[in-house]
């Protein structure tokens, strides 16, 4: 048996109704950075992703494609599978609501619900956003239209079943308190309780028939299960429960983390624990909410008509300068522009003079001043080199642990500029005049190089092909992308290496990429 601890995390599932713009992409890489850190960390982790694939707006983009619903979701999921692919998330699990496992285990779960009286039939009035999927009443509208996209909203009058949300609004309000870490941010948090469950909860409509793609209740065929509530049970589903396989199920749930769009956050940090106490289920540790990415001041969306093509960038700049832009640009937890001059420029300083540039400065010293090679020389410990390193990764740890990955992603990068910093200061190029300072010459390349090893460890989550191309360069391979080593200095073998590479970020003439950009837009 593992003694390893478990960690499960989650990113929502996707709507398979459009192309996933750069937006969607962020929450899958914070998703997938949290996931890479806590693996290096000893941690035995469960990523989950996936696809919502049921639901009105559905089968209206199905139809208008001339698909089945079925073919459809299909073809939207493979497309997905790829942009993930593409942006080197590496998920364990990845969860289709079209799984026959997970449709059996949602109608046990409604059947249950209606068996124990949470569930009860009745007839919906209200409005309805099909882009969103959610009901809202009269008071939640904003000028008559969607209060969170703003479109416009339907009538709908139908016979229902709902879920007795409001039975358990005191338990959760109550959870909400004894638990103040359970969501964050905390202005989210008190969000959730002054603007929902302090006005009070309403039951929830939890069925459809007006329309057909969905999971069917067994008991009453008319109905198709809300496409919300089929939704969220896929964190538990996706681990086997109500399945006979539900090992993971008993090792994995609780989930550490639901990782969130700041516009989800409610379904997630009330009704998702509503479900969940009627169903007599532990809840998850954490809700975790992001902001938005935003450009030309409004939410990037396909109905906004301003959204940006992933593919496009990952193609022109690499997948790891958009993993660091995107983190690094938006403060995790706010909402951030998105915008191609920032993107630029942030390739060309961060990317290319601060990291590149201390990876060329160090290969380039090793050929010039030793030939490619250092040997025999005698390591000169520099405790306050040691230091500093050992501080920025305890400091980096911290943020980490925190979930504050943009401030972690600054330190880690306070290293590099360090590392810059202390190349001018030493200044090499002196010592290498002077032949009875060879050792010493020696020695420092050999700090660098073990600055650069630890760099690259915590770089690793954020960027994780970078990581490999910097060791590569100096004969090292990728078991030094090693969380256990951090704690040392030296670790690296003291024949240094170093060889001819291409240069790892490429500077780009940037008003001639802004042209080359608006000319693809158009
Ligand atoms: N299907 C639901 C989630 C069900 S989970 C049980 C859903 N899907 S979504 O495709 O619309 O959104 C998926 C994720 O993308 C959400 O976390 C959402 O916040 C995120 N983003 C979509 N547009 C975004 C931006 N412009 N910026 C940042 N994230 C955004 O919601």
Redesign the pocket.
Known sequence: MSDKKNFYLTT????CNANLHI??C??TIVADIIARYKKMRGYNVKFLTGT?EHGQKIEISAKKNNMQPQDFVDGIVEQIKNLWDLLDVDYDIFMRTTDPKHVSAVQKIFRQLYDSGDIYKSNYEGWYCTPCETFFNERDLINNKCPDCGREVEKTQEEAYFFRLSKYQDKIMEFIKKNPDFIEPASKRREMINNFLKPGLEDLCVSRSSFDWGIKVDFDEKHVIYVWFD??L?YITALGFMNENNLDYEKFWPADLHL??K??VRFHSIVWPGILMALGIKLPKKILSHG??IIDGE???KSKGNVVDPKILIERYGVDAIRYFLIREINFGQDGTFNNRALVNRINFDLVNDLGNLVSRTNGMIQKYFGGEIKNFEFIRNEQIEKICFDIVEKYNNLMDEYKISEALVKAFELICFANKYIDEVKPWNLFKNTTKKNELASFLYDLVEILRIACVLIYPFMPNTPKKILEQFYLDESYINFDSLDKFGVCNKNVRAKKSDLLFVRIDIEKELEELKNIKK
């Open positions: 929502p599932i996707y709507f937006g969607h962020y929450t919502d939704a969220l896929n969130v769009g516009e989800i938005w990415i939410k990037m969306s």
